[in-house]
């Protein structure tokens, strides 16, 4: 296997430091059942490095980046820019050069392609790098390709990107970037699915973002989109967009904005059925990295993938078929809060001992572990604090109304939330008061919301 090419069927998440998490998340989509995912392959993070090794201006670059403050925006800018022109300058080594050709080869050149950034900092479950390194669409023929691939490797330095690695205190040396060439796949429509409603984090809610054309237009703000919501196999909610613009390909290449005919653009842009089958695979996907996913997706005609892209008329035409969702991108959704673990899939709620105490930062490791060995009460760890579990407490009549007033005497606002929470018939199992409630022992992730001074957590996966 070359050290420096790796097609996506040998790629899997142990190959992070490789092709970077974008590459790394695109291995293991590829290998779901039924999930589709445009061919490709990935150029390794050792290229780039080998790259960086051309010169030795670059690392005095990185020198004097590594001394700048966020706050130093122009010299930022200005080194920033130093560092791409060198980059972009150095002419891809003849071997690896060779490598990208043959594989070129294996999907003919002449196609289309999409030439994508993964660097090692990206699409972490803690930090997601989106959109800080930039992707070039419908790329065609072998020297576009060479060109963009270097356009690739420079986007790492571009400014959002170093400031955002100074923000979250990546050092910029030791992260590398590695290079997706994927054929480009022409979609009737594309957009965004969250396998947790990103308004409410309900881990039941998935929530569709929808539009006609390519992604980009989406993910880069220029048009309104189309928003279902489901829950179990259930479209519960939709909001139609007006859509006046759309991003297509061009036959030489490259993108356009384009406007969409007036007539179709409050028109729905997913028929229900197709709704109903994207949220199936969403929860196929997020089943498979155990953890809710921020998905990128396209609803494209089989016969266009990799071709020269259609005319637009045929682009917003909803008579092409076959058509068939392709998964582009996978990576965890990072602004959902921890939930605490429980043994069961029961509902649980859990109120924060920190905020109960007016102490909302999160504890030390030692601290946490001190304050569970000196305790009998079921308390759970998420984000730094420890929780209770009140689920006992709120399952009878008499032990509802004395949680209820106990916590509301330490702020209203809890007990407003708590009372809400009671009120749903469904949430709670009721026992006869006296009866005892076995307290969770374990942890499954449960949601929380904070309630001023006060955290409460619902394990229904309905709140977070």
């Keep these: 296997m070359s050290s420096f090419m790796l097609g996506f069927q040998d790629i899997d998440k142990t190959k992070l430091m490789v092709v970077g998490g974008k590459g790394a998340n695109l291995g293991e989509l590829s290998k779901i059942e039924g999930i589709r995912v445009p061919d490709g392959f990935c150029i390794s993070t050792e290229a780039f490095k080998r790259i960086l090794g051309e010169t030795s201006l670059l690392n005095e670059l990185l020198d004097q980046l590594s001394l700048l403050k966020?706050?130093?925006?122009?010299?930022?800018?200005?080194?920033?820019?130093?560092i791409r022109r060198v980059i972009e300058g150095i002419a891809i080594p003849q071997d690896i050069n060779e490598e990208i050709t043959h594989h070129l080869s294996r999907f003919d050149e002449k196609n289309a392609y999409a030439v994508r950034s993964s660097a090692t900092a990206e699409d972490l479950p803690t930090a997601s790098f989106a959109?800080?390194?930039?992707?070039?669409l419908n790329i065609i023929g072998k020297e576009a390709i060479l060109k963009h691939i270097s356009k690739c490797w420079a986007s790492l330095f571009t400014d959002r990107a170093v400031v955002y690695r100074m923000q979250n205190r990546f050092d910029h040396s030791q992260v590398y970037l590695s290079v997706i060439v994927q054929r480009m796949v022409f979609s009737q429509a594309s957009g965004i699915l969250f396998t947790a409603d990103p308004l409410t984090s309900n881990r039941k809610l998935l929530a569709i973002d929808a539009s006609f054309g390519l992604g980009e237009a989406l993910v880069s703000g220029l048009v309104s989109a189309d928003c279902y919501k489901v829950r179990e196999e259930e479209i519960v909610d939709k909001m139609i967009a007006t859509k006046k613009l759309a991003i297509y390909g061009l036959k030489e290449g490259g993108t356009e904005i384009q406007q969409i005919n007036p007539d179709q653009q409050t028109t729905q842009t997913l028929t229900d059925q197709q709704i109903l089958?994207?949220?199936?695979?969403g929860r196929q996907i997020e089943a498979h990295f155990g953890c809710p996913q921020d998905i990128e997706w396209c609803?494209?005609?089989?016969?266009?993938?990799?071709?020269?892209?259609?005319?637009?008329?045929i682009s917003l035409s909803k008579k092409v078929c076959p058509l068939s969702f392709f998964i582009v991108q996978s990576r965890p959704i990072t602004t959902l809060y921890p939930i605490p673990e429980a043994e069961t899939q029961e509902n649980h709620v859990y109120v924060s001992v920190g905020h109960n105490q007016m102490m909302t930062d999160p504890m030390k490791p030692l601290g946490l572990s001190f304050f569970l060995l000196t305790?009998?009460?079921p308390m759970r760890k998420a984000g730094g604090r420890l929780f209770v579990d009140i689920?006992?407490?709120?399952?009878?009549?008499?032990g509802r109304k004395t949680i209820i007033d106990t916590l509301g005497k330490s702020d209203p606002l809890i007990k407003d939330a708590l009372m809400t929470i009671v009120e749903r018939d469904d949430f709670i199992k009721s026992s006869p008061d006296g009866e005892k409630v076995p307290s969770p022992s374990k942890s499954t992730e449960r949601p929380c919301t904070e309630v001023q001074g006060f955290t409460i957590?619902?394990?229904?996966?309905?709140?977070g």
């Design 277 to 281: 089958q994207l949220a199936r695979l």
């Design 375 to 377: 305790t009998n009460a």
């Design 299 to 313: 609803l494209v005609d089989d016969t266009l993938i990799g071709d020269i892209p259609p005319t637009t008329e």
């Design 457 to 463: 957590a619902t394990g229904s996966r309905d709140y």
């Design 131 to 136: 959109g800080q390194q930039d992707t070039y």
């Design 70 to 82: 966020v706050d130093d925006r122009d010299k930022i800018g200005e080194l920033s820019g130093e």
């Design 391 to 398: 689920t006992h407490n709120l399952a009878s009549p008499v």
